[in-house]
């Protein structure tokens, strides 16, 4: 009986400080399907602002990989472990990556946010705009609303800034606490 193919699912890795574009242009070089989200930000120096694209979560990256890839992703230089929770080993969602994936539309409104930051919102899913179809839970702040897009494997948040054009509507059956 001839073995099964060895399943593929997406990891998050942690990496070493400030490698996470070189991690992931080795790893991908090397044939691994790698994702790294990025966010776009104004930057300020002495003489100049320009804008560049940082990491939305610096130190991590994502990789789809079965388990003998996930053991040679770990040999790169830069990646320090795969994250785990209990003692086992964490696996990032298909719908996770794919939001995830949905953002890069909209890299200069994205902030991140650690889960205990913020306080649950409605759950909510955009209608109209570039994200539309995408789920995640509102944040109303003085001035702007948000949409929280949430990544409960690394327990971190996307915030977009949402313009008045996109439109939110409420998803049935699920609590603002859940």
């Known amino acids: 009986m001839p073995a099964a193919p060895a399943r593929r699912c997406w990891r998050a890795f942690y990496l070493r400080p400030r490698t996470e574009k070189k991690a992931a242009a080795r790893l991908a070089a090397a044939g691994h399907e790698v994702f790294l989200p990025f966010r776009r930000a104004l ?10 694209e940082d990491p939305l979560f610096p130190g991590y ?12 992703v770990l040999q790169d230089d830069a990646v320090v472990r795969c994250l785990t929770s209990g003692g086992r080993i964490v696996e990032v969602g298909e719908g996770e990556i794919a939001s995830l994936q949905a953002l890069m539309a909209v890299p200069d409104k994205l902030d991140v946010l ?9 759950a909510v899913y ?5 994200l539309a179809g995408l789920h995640g839970r509102v944040l109303a702040h003085p001035r702007a609303h948000y949409l929280l897009v949430e990544v409960p ?6 915030r ?7 439109a939110l ?10």
């Open 114 to 122: 650690t889960q205990q930051a913020f306080p649950p919102g409605a």
């Open 126 to 130: 955009v209608s109209r705009g570039p």
């Open 43 to 52: 930057r300020q120096w002495s003489d100049r602002r320009q804008w560049v």
């Open 153 to 158: 494997s690394i327990r971190h948040a996307v």
């Open 169 to 178: 509507r409420p998803v049935a059956g699920l609590s603002a606490a859940a």
């Open 61 to 72: 990256l994502f990789a789809r990989v079965e388990e003998r890839g996930r053991l040679a």
């Open 160 to 166: 977009v800034h949402l313009p008045a054009d996109w």
